[in-house]
């Protein structure tokens, strides 16, 4: 009876053991987002709430203001993992 030839070609196997992630999170890093988001957010309304002479008399430019933090809090954001 014929015999079979065992097939000896290494086959890859991924390792088990991929440990840790490579870093936690910053400890600033969910504060910051929270406050600037908070931030924005109650500027605009602070603006909407007084006819909008506060919190600074620039007209429209305080509704630039307030999303600009709720950009800047999202952007942070980014880096959570």
Known sequence: ?????KRDKDVYKAPRNLGKP???NPKWLVPTAV???IFG???IVVYYIT???Y????GNYNLLIGFVFLGGGMVVLTRWK
């Open 1 to 5: 009876m014929a015999v079979s030839k």
């Open 22 to 24: 490579q870093s936690d």
């Open 35 to 37: 406050s600037l988001l």
């Open 41 to 43: 957010l109650a500027w």
């Open 51 to 53: 006819a909008a002479n």
């Open 55 to 58: 919190p600074l008399p620039i």
